[in-house]
């Protein structure tokens, strides 16, 4: 049957082949069923000879798809009319649907073509009538040989008079030799291409001649060059060449040869036809680039010809054959980028189809031309991905390989780069190589490759590398594991003197190489340090005073230091931060130019605002652009802001200039923005600033959004278009009392938002994270009904903040199949608590004491939300020690992720000792207990085991443990006593420790008795800081600390200056309140800035003294007069201010407490200072930091206050006449305003 339609070669043939052999059959299935006037035109004489029919008038074919009723003799007529081809049309999908029903049937029987013999090699089709492989002559040569079958077709489509014009003219020539004469190597005559004469016709007819053509062109005669031949041919006409139509069938043709690649038909051509290839594929890569998104291929319609990917697929090793020899590193630009946009799953069958001395020859040419070709880091992990696939073309991987590949090493993954075998490294290439490209590699490859050399059987130990291997490999030195490296001798060290500044050294290798570099005996050490280059970024404050004391603002080591701050080398909080800061208060910033001054905005958020104070206005100015991007403190911008005086007519362009600086912006200023738009500008670019928001900005911006939202409701019909790209943390950051207004589709903006940044919704106080989640669970699921998987998928976050109502309406199965989740999520207290009432209901885990490990390992970190009781129910059996350290280890890397730091901790040490009793404490009563080695320290946690356990530890155990002990603040005093005593059998009595073991023993100092503390020597800045930095001290062991410190340095309190004061950190409360009245109120108030982010331990007394210091001359002047950048950079130490003075504070004062300075007032005098006006005007994060202490002391009336300042005013006072009292403004009034201002936001971010 399928014969009967066909344009294939051969079909007349098996047409008479089955009438005679099966007339029958024949009769019945074309003349019958089918009638002469429904077959297709290369068959229709021959049928009409057969079964004796009519031949039918032509039609007017229509452009679209098919026409209803659609009979044969239109379907038929149309199949013959080649403008169009219509038939390709009708049988394709599109077309077949739309046919009607009734002649669906028949139309897919026609369209159907011969099965594929996947048998037979290589494949061919199986005809209707059992033949294998047809054979013979197509429609054009029996048309146009036949002469009653051309002169029957002719008079009705007379296209076929063109398509035989070459063959019944007698020119047997091939029709290619005027398209490829130019290209191919000398040739027989192949006469002129119809191809300008008649494109459709000459395409359509290109199957037929090629049989003549093989025979004629000895380059052509090998099947596997014909289909590199049709697939060039393609893209050498161009994508309209000869119609769609004939695109299509020459498509079609090219698929259906299939035949293999075999690169060396291109040998024949010449080097100009081998340019003209790589141009045109180029421009036609270039064109599809700019029409195709990266990532995504181009949709081909049914009838266009081959793709795009079909290029890169098929023709990928020939263009890299080609661009060997032509060396077009343009041509090849646009190839690497079209691989880098292909979808992943596409590269990958490229690459791995290509063989393999084909993709060799590919790297080959990505080395040579690596230098001239671009390529932006946004594809770096796509080119990375291209290497990572023609590296898996080679099992054995080789030096030469390895070089090839050195220009891709960059964008390898650390595990591609790892399947290099060590030995590699022994290859002088090889290295050279790695020395080239090591500039953009990234430190985990380097740190890979530098583990490869320590290979014992590469280069030996070490120490034993010699000068030669080491200026090899010394990209790669600095990434050595740092106990590797510091087995280099000082030999080894010194050969490489001048190559050590431009390594990229890390602290610790720096520090090494600086102990054999560094001669501080010889004279002149200004000299060495600048031959140090950037390794004297870590020299040490002792070792820069004995080279070259620091003392002039503007020297070059100074400055050399500067820029080591600048470029993140120098901590702005370490130790020679600090001593540079001591030379630049020493010597008073005025003495210096303002483009002086600009070179230490490095270390800028160091200074405190006494030192800014002194600053003239032009200097000031002068530092600005310097300032734009550090990130300064909320104290240093609002202090910058009024120095500044900025007008109110400031443009938002000028605003953005002024970076970071533009957060210290005054709530007065705000004010003055009279047009809405302007103002919602101004409040976008706020909420962009990488520093956020204060308190009080916030407090400010949502009651001036409030107070303009009264203007008129035409005016206010008009802000569309202003509102929109606000920014969606200012909708995030919407009061509480707004959350019930907020449109549904608000709400879910937010939703979105917390689900995608989670740490956002921790910046929120945990009354306003509830709030949120509450309102988002109202809008997903109203009350009454169940919460499905769905509405805990899009919570998210959120989930964790429900309250117990909300929580218990969760189906238990749903909860037990969302653990998992759970686990990552920080989880608010009410919330936590009930999830640990429901893992123990019989639905999800059951009951504790009936727990497997199974159950134990489901529950995850999750297990904490237990009950203490029900902890210690759990079987010892479920709680082995392997169990024990998985759930610890996932409990600490949650605690220190970054949303787990955010989320915050609560007290979990009784819930963690259950846990662990089975395993610390003996299984039996008349059993001792078990005494830990390290590893089970390390599988559970110091403070598991008690005081005696630790005491009798094995020295070894407790040595290899030391920095868990050093680092645990849960140890309680007794067990600070016993580590603090295997400390001592370690290393000594304590007025024998170094430095650096003092460092190394940190908080178990503690553990010293008050005659040990005296003995330890702590005339050492660094010393004396990190006992400063320890908090936990008892009175007394503080009075010690301090002491000792004053009586080893020889100094006077008086004579304290900024660094020490610093430095003595907690252990300043160890001075008595006269002594404290000694210090100097200038240095007092440069180090006030440090001091006030410490909960100092200080009495109420002490506290007052030092808040006194800062009104003294030489502080900030009377506390009336003070801005709230003073109050927030003085911190905690607003806690001693008196009560007259902190109950005169107005609110913009108030708003500029810290919140930890508000916790540590102490409550008697907190009740008594603030009245309930003046609490009330707390930011919420304020007001949250309210103690419980605090809030018992307070009146009735007050606790109402900071309740109320807690909710953002969502629960009012009980009488509306209180809150008009306090000052507080009526939110009710505009609440339609308000709400259309939230609706705007929530439909236009």
Not at 640 to 649: E, G, R, Y
Not at 935 to 941: E, I, L, N, S, Y
Request: aromatic content about 6%; hydrophobic content about 45%; charged content about 15%.
């Amino acid at each position: 049957m399928w014969y009967a339609v066909s344009w294939a070669p051969g079909a007349q043939g098996w047409l008479q082949a089955c009438h005679d052999q099966f007339p029958d059959q024949f009769l019945e299935a074309i003349c019958s069923n089918l009638s002469f006037s429904a077959l297709s035109g290369p068959n229709r004489r021959l049928v009409k000879q057969l079964c004796a029919g009519l031949l039918p008038p032509p039609t007017n074919c229509p452009e679209g798809l098919p026409p209803a009723p659609l009979t044969p003799e239109v379907f038929w007529g149309c199949f013959l009319e080649n403008e169009t081809l219509w038939a390709e049309r009708l049988c394709g999908e599109a077309g077949l649907q739309a046919v009607p029903p009734s002649n669906q049937a028949w139309v897919q029987h026609v369209c159907q073509g011969p099965t594929p013999d996947v048998t037979a090699f290589p494949p061919c089709h199986v005809g209707p009538c059992g033949e294998r492989c047809p054979d013979g002559g197509s429609f054009l040569m029996m048309v146009c040989a036949n002469d009653t079958m051309y002169e029957a077709l002719v008079p009705f489509w007379p296209w076929l008079a063109g398509q035989c014009r070459i063959s019944r003219g007698g020119n047997d020539t091939c029709f290619l030799e005027g398209l490829l004469g130019p290209l191919l190597p000398s040739l027989p005559p192949l006469g002129p291409s119809p191809l300008c004469l008649a494109p459709a016709p000459f395409l359509l007819g290109m199957l037929s001649q090629l049989p003549r053509c093989q025979s004629s062109v000895p380059a052509l005669a090998h099947s596997t060059r014909l289909h590199y031949l049709l697939r060039l041919l393609t893209f050498l006409l161009g994508p309209g060449a000869g119609g769609t139509e004939a695109q299509g069938m020459l498509g079609q043709a090219l698929m259906l040869s299939s035949l293999p690649d075999n690169c060396s038909f291109w040998d024949a051509f010449r080097p100009e036809g081998r340019r003209s290839v790589l141009r045109t594929v180029g421009e036609y890569l270039e064109r599809e680039e700019q029409l195709t998104p990266p990532g995504f291929e181009p949709t081909a319609s049914p009838s266009s010809g081959i793709t795009k990917m079909e290029l890169l697929a098929c023709f990928s090793p020939v263009l890299w054959d080609l661009l060997q020899r032509e060396k077009s590193v343009w041509a090849l630009q646009i190839l690497v980028q079209a691989y880098l946009h292909m979808p992943p799953e596409n590269l990958q069958q490229l690459v791995l189809s290509a063989e393999r001395e084909a993709a060799q020859g590919f790297l080959t040419l990505m080395h040579r031309s690596w230098a001239q070709l671009q390529v932006p880091p946004s594809e770096e992990q796509a080119l990375g991905r291209l290497t990572a696939l023609l590296l898996q073309r080679y099992p054995r991987l080789t030096s030469q390989l390895f070089i090839d590949l050195s220009p891709l090493i960059p964008f390898l993954a650390v595990s591609d780069l790892m399947r290099f075998p060590p030995s590699l490294l022994a290859n002088d290439s090889v290295l050279a190589a790695i020395r080239d490209y090591s500039p953009g590699m990234r430190p985990e490859q380097k740190e890979a490759l530098a583990k490869r050399l320590l290979a014992p059987e590469l280069f030996g130990e070490v120490p034993a590398w010699s000068q030669e291997l080491l200026w090899a490999v010394l990209p790669l030195l600095p990434h050595l594991p740092l106990e590797n490296f510091l087995q280099l001798s000082p030999h080894q060290i010194q050969a490489l003197e001048d190559s050590w500044p431009a390594a990229g050294l890390g602290p610790g290798h720096a520090r090494h190489v600086l102990r054999s570099l560094v001669n501080q005996s010889v004279q002149d050490g200004e000299e060495q340090v600048r031959r140090l280059g950037p390794l004297a970024c870590f020299l040490s404050p002792e070792e820069l005073q004995s080279l070259v004391p620091l003392s002039d603002p503007m020297g070059p080591v100074e400055r050399g230091l500067l820029e080591c701050a600048a470029n993140g080398t120098l901590s702005p909080q370490g130790r020679v931060a600090y001593e540079l800061l001591g030379v630049l208060r020493s010597s008073g910033g005025a003495v210096l130019s303002p483009l002086e001054l600009r070179v230490w905005a490095p270390l800028f958020p160091q200074l405190g605002l006494r030192f800014l104070q002194e600053l003239s206005e032009p200097q000031l100015r002068a530092m600005l652009p310097a300032l734009q991007g550090t990130s300064v403190t909320p104290a240093q911008a609002q202090f910058l802001w009024k120095k500044m005086q900025v007008p109110t007519n400031l443009t938002l362009r000028n605003l953005q200039a002024l970076g970071t600086l533009a957060g210290g912006m005054s709530c007065e200023f705000l004010q003055q923005i009279n047009l809405m738009a302007d103002f919602l500008e101004v409040v976008h670019m706020i909420y962009q600033l990488p520093t956020g928001v204060r308190g009080s900005l916030r407090a400010c911006i949502w009651a001036e959004l409030q107070r303009k939202m009264t203007m008129p409701e035409p005016e206010l019909a008009t802000l569309g278009s202003e509102l929109s790209g606000l920014d969606t943390k200012l909708l995030l950051d919407s009061p509480i009392y707004l959350m019930d207004r907020l449109s549904n589709e608000s709400i879910m903006l937010m939703v979105e938002l917390v689900r995608r940044a989670p740490e956002q919704l921790l910046a929120l106080t945990p009354l306003h994270r509830v709030a949120l989640a509450e309102r988002a669970l109202q809008n997903l699921a109203p009350k009454e009904t169940t919460v499905s998987r769905e509405v805990l998928e899009t919570l998210g976050p959120l989930v964790g903040f429900l309250g117990i109502e909300s929580t218990r309406r969760i189906p238990l199965p749903i909860l037990l199949a969302h653990l998992n989740q759970l686990q990552g999520f920080c989880l608010g207290e009410p919330f936590a608590t009930e999830l640990g009432w429901l893992l123990s209901q019989e639905p999800i885990l059951g009951k504790p004491e009936l727990w497997s490990e199974g159950e134990v390992e489901q529950a995850g970190r999750l297990v904490l939300t237990l009950s203490t009781e029900a902890i210690s129910l759990i079987p010892r059996e479920a709680l082995g020690p392997e169990t024990l350290e998985r759930l610890l280890e996932k409990q600490q890397s949650w605690e220190q992720s970054r949303v787990g730091q955010l989320c915050g901790t609560p007290q979990l040490a009784p819930k963690k000792a259950a846990l662990v009793a089975g395993v610390v404490r003996p299984t039996a009563e008349d059993l001792s207990e078990p005494v830990p080695n390290c590893a089970d320290v390390r599988g559970t946690f110091p403070a598991a085991w008690s005081a005696t356990q630790i005491a009798e530890m094995e020295l070894s155990d407790f040595e290899d443990c030391l920095a868990l002990f050093a680092g645990d603040p849960g140890l309680g005093p007794e067990e600070l006593r016993a580590a603090m005593g295997k400390a001592k059998q370690l290393w000594g009595p304590p007025r024998g420790f170094r430095p650096e073991q003092i460092l190394q023993l940190s908080r178990l100092l503690i553990g010293l008795g008050e005659r040990e503390l005296q003995e330890l020597i702590l005339v050492d800045w660094g010393v004396l800081s990190t006992l400063g930095q320890i908090d936990g001290w008892s009175s007394i062991q503080l009075r010690v600390v301090v002491s000792s410190f004053l009586r080893q340095s020889g100094r006077h309190v008086s004579h304290l200056d900024f660094l020490h004061l610093t430095a003595l950190g907690y252990t300043l409360c160890g001075l008595r309140p006269e002594e404290l009245q000694h210090i100097s109120s200038w240095e007092f108030s440069q180090a006030a800035l440090f001091l006030g982010n410490l909960h100092l331990q200080c009495s109420e007394e002490q506290l007052e003294v030092l808040a006194q210091l800062l009104v003294l001359p030489g502080g900030f002047g009377p506390v009336s007069n003070w801005g709230p950048e003073i109050f927030t950079e003085i911190g905690t130490i607003a806690a001693g201010i008196p009560d007259l003075a902190l109950s005169a504070l107005l609110q913009e004062q108030i708003q500029g407490l810290t919140p930890l300075a508000i916790s540590v007032i102490p409550a008697p005098k907190f009740a008594v200072v603030f009245s309930p006006t003046q609490l009330s005007s707390l930011t919420s994060v304020q007001a949250m930091a309210v103690t419980p202490e605090q809030m018992a002391f307070l009146s009735p009336e007050q606790r109402r206050a900071v309740v109320w300042a807690q909710h953002e005013g969502k629960e009012s006072p009980e009488q509306q006449g209180r809150s008009t009292a306090w000052g507080l403004q009526d939110w009710s009034q505009p609440s339609w305003a308000m709400a259309l201002t939230i609706c705007f936001l929530g439909n236009l971010i």
